[in-house]
Each structure stands twice: as C-alpha cells, then as structure tokens.
C-alpha cells in the first residue's frame, strides 16, 4: 500500500460520474447531515486538512464477484436514502474504502442536493421535503460560532436563497462552481451578481474555484491487493473509529447486498432477536446466524472470509433461508427444551450442528414432543451435554470440527442421529468427548454459578422435567453456610471454611423444578423432604433418583453426607460417561 500524490476535488468527482469510483458493498450508508456537510466545506475554505483516502484498486478478473454502488449525489431521506446500485463493466475501477461520507458530500454539495424532512410535516406530504441546495453566501463570514466556522454554508432553496439576498447577503449555488472550466469564469460569475466590485465577494468565489479545480487536496493510499479477506481487514482497521466494525458487520453488509427478494440485514437481525427470546432467553449474534447459514446451506467453507460470501454463495443462502430460519428456530426450541438457556449454554455454536441435523432431516415441530423421536432426542440430548462439559470442544478449530460434523451428518444422519460416527469424527481432530478420571474429578468440584453446572447435573439426572422453570438448588441452603449460623450449628472454626467452600460445590447441588424449589428455600433438606413427601416411599424415590443417599437432620453431618454424595455422583459420571474407576479411589465414610 503506497502513498499516492493528491488529486483534486474535481479530478475525483469526474471519477465518480464516469463511474471509474465505487463503493464496495461492505460500505455503510451515507450518515452525515447537512450541519456536517458544510463543515467539510468550511475547513475546505480555511485550508484544514481534510484526512487522507484509502482507494482499492480493483482488477477486471473481480468485477463480476460482487455487487457495486455509486456515490450518492441526491439524498431525499424517504425516497433516496440509498447509494444506487451500478452495473459495473469489466474494467479496472477504484473502490473506496475510507473516505465514502467526505466524497459523499462533495458529490451532494458540488454535484447534487438533500432533501430531509422538515419538523411536524407527515411522512405522506410531499411539501415535507423541500429540495435544498449547498450555498455559500458570498458578502458575509458566518456569525460567531463555537464550532470555528468562518465561511457562511447552508443547504437552502433556491426560493429562500433569492428572498435573502441584501447587502450582507448574496447566496451563491456552491454547484456552480463545479462548472467553472478556468479562472476566468469566476470574474464572469461575479459581474453576472454585479459583485465584481466587491473585494471580499471575489476572494472568496476565487477561493471556493481554487479549492475544488487547483488545488490537490485529496491525499490518499493506493492498496493493489486482490485478496479480498486482506482488504476486509484493512477496511476493519482504517473504520475503526466511532461505531466499532465488525468482520460479521461487513460481512452483513455484503450479504444485504446480494440478496434480491429480501433484506438479509433485517432478515438476520429479526432472526436473531427472536431466537434470543425463546423461553428463559438466550445470546446468540449475527456472527453464529451467519456461520450457520453457511454450513446448513452446504457452502464448502464455513470460515468468516469475504470469499465465501460471493454472489454464488449469496444466491444459495438467499434460496435456502426459509429452510434455515426454520431449522435454527426449531434447534434452539430444543435447546431451552433442554434446559439451556443463555446462562447455561456455554458454547452458542453447539446450536449449528444440531441445526444442521434438524435441517438433514427435515424435522417440524413435532420432533420437539412426538414420543417416536424420543430416543433420539435423548441421543442428540446426551451429546450436546456431554460436548458442553468436555473441556475445549468448541474453542480453536471450530471451522474445521463444523466441516467434519457436517461430513458425518451427511453421511448417516438418514436413520437418526449417528451418535458413534460423530464421536469418531470428533476423536479424529482431537475433540473427544472421551473423559478421563482425572477429568471426572474436576467436574466433581466444579461450583455453583460456573456455566458447565447445569450441563453436568443435566447429564446426571435426565429425569428432571427442565422444559419450565426449574434451578440449580443448593442441597443444604447456602443460607445455613454464614459463619453465625455456621457457629450456631456447632461446627468448629477449623471446620467452617471447608463448609462454606463445599456448599458451592457439585455435591452439594441439585435439579428442582420452580415450585420445589421455592417451597424449599432455607429449610434443611431433610425438613424439607419430610414436609413434601410424607410418605416414606415418595421420600426414599426421590432420595434415590438424586442420589442423596441417608439426609441427615442437623449440619454438622454435612461433611459425611457431602463425601458420600460426591462419591455416588462420580460412579454415576463414570457410568454415563464410560470411564472406568481407578484403583485405590474415593471411598464412602461410615
């Protein structure tokens, strides 16, 4: 990237019309006012620098691969708010990638007009937006400002630009100027106002023709690159002020582009926002909505480059987003069914290839409920678990674990969901879902509030119905865990920090549904218990299915019941995920 010798303004505002300068698809709307307009013109006049260019150069070969957009020279903010779309022949064309709202407003103020809606006028009257033009009153400096202006700019009509004129006030048309073919010119002009007498008329008319045609006030850098991701980059770096960019952003941008019989930009957004509140509520982006319209849409790359998101890909995302909008929709459904939520899912991108299965499969909604999908919801279930749990699945590599699980799917998703194959898969990229003891016992001391706790204690007891409310319950209150009460109980000093250390911890936790739980609140499990389940059936059923174990009556048993708790659950762990015990492990107290 090289630093180029300036051009001027008229040099690049013939480029514009020739459509020799463009706008890439990843370029924002046009967002400056007319207060910003004539600021830009004003430090034009006073001969402030204006900043430096970033100007693409674009090779033949790449013309056809996206879409393009001309400049906007007339802004009407209800029926012209948007640059046009061009059709751009196969030749060597500059895109703009930093100074898209500067040359804007040349283009407007040299060039065009805006048009905004005036305060309380409807929307349906046409009166609302009055054509106005840049104007530059000639025979007085602007008033006394605290923004530094010294040159009079306004967009007015040309109705009010004739009504004002006086001896402080002659508004002349900026656009005129543009028109100017050499010095000369502005003399004429001047003796057409009867002004060729006034001396501070003709500085400043010759100042506005030296500033647009003589002088070279637009510095700029010239990127020759082809590759369209490093372009990406460079765009991110140099629009970094203000609203931070996104790479997601940008690549929204040039999907919206693309797209012809929808908007993608609101397509996606409304998508997201309502996955995002399905039951408890959840946090999904853009950022996965578009890496998972790439995978369900069986694009070969699920990688965020702008090369995959070309008009070929566009036009199958586009054909296929029903399909996926219904798949995602449908997915997280079965995540909050689940129990997920915002709070307990730890990695959003377990959602793509369950999508991806439900796409495969064609599923509606009755795939949530119909008893002869049972079985594999629970497969598909213990899997999303188990992948959450295990440390790393879903972190580096991720692009890489998509295309394989993908591949699996495709493969073996017909029968219902290819549990072995998608493990195996999984192995070979060094994303197991294998456990080791050592791994067992982490997940043992893993504390309430961490993300993993739901995954775990839903892996432990799938009897808890968690498709309403429900929450992780502390077996013994932590309420009871207070040194006062601590002290009160009869638990000695040396004791109380390991019992308010292991009151957080996974043996000390539970699944209870909403209702439970607030019956329950600070009440000593087995108080609890016998208030709830009278019957000492009942009480012992649900003892086992939590595997609780004997509840004792007072806190200072919490330390046995803990230790041997701990243990039941980690021969649970082992057995649901397959490892084997080691010799000389945990054994229970009497």
């Known amino acids: 990237m090289a630093f180029q010798t300036p051009i001027t303004i008229k040099e690049a505002l013939d480029a514009i019309q020739r459509q020799d300068y463009v706008l890439p698809a990843i370029q924002r709307e046009f967002t400056w006012d007319t207060e910003q307009i004539c600021g830009l013109f004003d430090s034009l006049m006073q001969g402030y620098p204006i900043g430096s260019f970033l100007f693409w150069r674009v090779e033949p070969g790449r013309i056809k691969d996206y879409t393009w957009y001309g400049f906007m020279r007339e802004f009407h903010e209800k029926n012209r708010r948007h640059c046009p779309v061009l059709d751009v022949p196969l030749?060597?064309?500059?895109?703009?990638?930093?100074?898209?709202?500067?040359?804007?407003?040349?283009?407007?103020?040299?060039?065009?007009?805006?048009?905004?809606?005036?305060?309380?006028?409807?929307?349906?009257?046409?009166?609302?937006?009055?054509?106005?033009?840049?104007?530059?009153?000639?025979?007085?400096?602007?008033?006394?400002?605290?923004?530094?202006?010294?040159?009079?700019?306004?967009?007015?009509?040309?109705?009010?630009?004739?009504?004002?004129?006086?001896?402080?006030?002659?508004?002349?048309?900026v656009s005129q100027v543009f028109d100017f073919k050499e010095d000369f010119d502005v003399i004429l002009a001047l003796q057409t106002m009867r002004l060729a007498q006034d001396q501070h008329a003709a500085r400043v008319l010759n100042r506005l023709y030296g500033r647009v045609h003589r002088e070279a006030l637009l510095p700029y850098f010239d990127e020759k690159e082809q590759d369209l991701d490093k372009v990406l980059n460079i765009f991110i770096r140099v629009n970094s002020a203000g609203d931070p960019l996104t790479y997601s952003d940008l690549l929204l941008s040039i999907a919206t582009a693309q797209w012809k019989d929808r908007d993608a930009r609101q397509a996606i957004h409304t998508l997201v926002d309502e996955l995002n509140g399905i039951r408890a509520g959840f946090g999904f982006s853009k950022d996965l909505v578009l890496?998972?319209?790439?995978?369900?849409?069986?694009?070969?790359?699920?990688?965020?480059?702008?090369?995959?998101?070309?008009?070929?890909?566009?036009?199958?995302?586009?054909?296929?987003?029903?399909?996926?909008?219904?798949?995602?929709?449908?997915?997280?459904?079965?995540?909050?069914?689940?129990?997920?939520?915002?709070?307990?899912?730890?990695?959003?991108?377990?959602?793509?290839?369950?999508?991806?299965?439900?796409?495969?499969?064609?599923?509606?909604?009755?795939?949530?409920?119909?008893?002869?999908?049972?079985?594999?919801?629970?497969?598909?279930?213990?899997?999303?678990?188990?992948?959450?749990?295990?440390?790393?699945?879903?972190?580096?590599?991720?692009?890489?674990?998509?295309?394989?699980?993908?591949?699996?799917?495709?493969?073996?998703?017909?029968?219902?969901?290819?549990?072995?194959?998608?493990?195996?898969?999984?192995?070979?990229?060094?994303?197991?879902?294998?456990?080791?003891?050592?791994?067992?016992?982490?997940?043992?001391?893993?504390?309430?509030?961490?993300?993993?706790?739901?995954?775990i204690l839903a892996l432990l007891f799938p009897h808890v119905d968690v498709r309403n409310v429900f929450h992780v319950d502390h077996v013994f209150p932590k309420a009871r865990f207070t040194p006062t009460r601590l002290r009160t109980a009869g638990i000695s000093e040396e004791q109380r920090d390991d019992y308010i250390d292991k009151c957080e911890r996974l043996a000390n936790l539970q699944l209870l549904e909403g209702p439970a739980n607030e019956s329950k609140r600070a009440k000593l499990p087995n108080e609890w218990l016998s208030e709830k389940y009278p019957a000492r059936t009942a009480r012992a059923n649900f003892c086992e299915l939590h595997e609780l174990g004997v509840v004792p009556e007072a806190m200072r048993a919490f330390d046995r019941f803990y230790t041997s708790r701990r243990k039941r659950l980690a021969d649970r762990l082992r057995r649901i995920l397959s490892v084997a015990p080691e010799a000389g492990g945990l054994v229970e107290e009497q």
């Not at 069914?337 to 730890?346: A, E």
């Open 91 to 173: 030749k060597p064309v500059v895109a703009i990638l930093d100074g898209q709202q500067r040359l804007t407003s040349l283009n407007i103020g040299l060039r065009g007009y805006h048009a905004e809606k005036e305060p309380r006028k409807r929307w349906d009257n046409p009166d609302a937006f009055p054509t106005k033009y840049l104007y530059l009153n000639l025979l007085s400096p602007a008033s006394e400002n605290e923004r530094g202006l010294k040159y009079d700019f306004r967009f007015l009509t040309p109705g009010r630009a004739e009504s004002e004129r006086s001896d402080t006030t002659y508004w002349f048309k």
């Open 291 to 455: 890496k998972a319209s790439l995978m369900l849409s069986d694009i070969q790359s699920v990688a965020f480059r702008v090369t995959n998101f070309n008009a070929t890909n566009m036009k199958t995302l586009a054909k296929n987003w029903e399909k996926i909008d219904r798949a995602l929709r449908l997915s997280v459904e079965l995540l909050a069914q689940f129990g997920f939520s915002g709070q307990t899912l730890t990695a959003d991108s377990v959602v793509i290839p369950v999508a991806y299965y439900v796409c495969k499969r064609a599923f509606d909604e009755s795939y949530l409920s119909s008893p002869r999908h049972r079985d594999d919801r629970e497969l598909l279930r213990g899997w999303v678990c188990r992948s959450l749990v295990k440390a790393g699945v879903w972190g580096s590599g991720l692009d890489t674990l998509l295309l394989a699980l993908r591949t699996s799917l495709q493969e073996r998703a017909d029968r219902g969901f290819p549990i072995e194959n998608i493990e195996a898969a999984m192995a070979k990229r060094g994303k197991s879902i294998r456990f080791t003891e050592e791994e067992i016992e982490d997940l043992l001391d893993i504390r309430y509030g961490d993300k993993r706790t739901f995954a």
